[in-house]
């Protein structure tokens, strides 16, 4: 088990994004400050509109805000290249997405294995079928996401997430599409993974993710306006 320390993995300083639309200016996210520890969990509630994928997006370092600093890992990633900031985002962070962004065409052990293409491992098959026995597909490993139930396919996500032993992983609607066994099993997936020492910044509007977050970070469609 990785020790858990309190090393800061995300720190949000003051962060807007404001974007245009047919009635003027919208603002997404307004003046916002978050950090993220290892070992924690924070969950961001809000309905669809409030800012929580911007957010999200922000913070891995695939949108940029208006103002503001993002720091991931120690590091200030939008003050750096787009190759650097690639490089950060590939060694230190996981993304899980609501409707799982399988590829299609491959395999789950090839869909685990993937992040070894933006960033070499020095034996990806080897961790891609230890990630698979983890999360119960040793059995699927041959098989594409179409022949998958819906639970098995957001756990080939979540393996895929942790191929390169990130320290954050940011979680958009992880539960969305999932029964309530399937959706405690992914929650419990994303403690455990805090308990290991990572950290995982989770936007949803499932209140079953209460009971797992540390931090609670309840939004509506005003605040940001």
């Given at each position: 088990m990785m020790k858990k320390d309190k090393t800061t993995q995300l720190n949000?300083?003051?962060?807007?994004?404001?974007?245009k639309g047919p009635k003027g200016?919208?603002?997404?996210?307004?003046?916002?400050s978050l950090t993220l520890s290892a070992g924690e969990m924070t969950s961001?509630?809000?309905?669809?509109?409030?800012?929580?994928?911007?957010?999200?997006?922000?913070?891995?370092?695939?949108?940029?805000?208006?103002?503001g600093t993002i720091r991931v890992a120690g590091k200030d990633i939008y003050s750096l290249r787009r190759e650097q900031r690639?490089?950060?985002?590939?060694?230190?962070?996981?993304?899980?997405?609501?409707?799982?962004?399988?590829?299609?065409?491959?395999?789950?052990l090839q869909n685990v294995m993937l992040p070894s293409v933006a960033l070499p491992h020095p034996d990806p098959q080897s961790r891609a079928r230890t990630l698979i026995s983890q999360f119960g597909l040793d059995h699927r490993a041959a098989h594409h996401p179409a022949q998958l139930s819906t639970g098995e396919r957001q756990r080939t996500a979540l393996a895929r997430a942790l191929f390169h032993k990130p320290g954050?992983?940011?979680?958009?609607?992880?539960?969305?599409?999932?029964?309530?066994?399937?959706?405690?099993?992914?929650?419990?997936?994303?403690?455990?993974?805090?308990?290991?020492?990572?950290?995982?910044?989770?936007?949803?509007?499932?209140?079953?993710?209460?009971?797992?977050?540390?931090?609670?970070?309840?939004?509506?469609?005003?605040?940001?306006?």
């Open positions: 949000i300083e003051n962060v807007t994004k404001r974007f200016e919208i603002v997404a996210v307004k003046d916002l961001v509630h809000g309905p669809s509109g409030c800012g929580k994928t911007t957010l999200l997006l922000m913070a891995g370092g695939l949108l940029k805000p208006n103002s690639n490089l950060i985002r590939a060694k230190n962070i996981g993304f899980v997405f609501q409707q799982f962004h399988l590829i299609p065409y491959l395999t789950v954050l992983i940011l979680a958009d609607e992880p539960t969305g599409n999932l029964d309530e066994e399937n959706a405690r099993s992914v929650l419990e997936h994303l403690k455990l993974f805090t308990k290991d020492g990572g950290a995982v910044l989770l936007v949803t509007h499932d209140n079953r993710a209460l009971e797992y977050a540390d931090t609670k970070i309840m939004w509506d469609t005003k605040q940001n306006t």
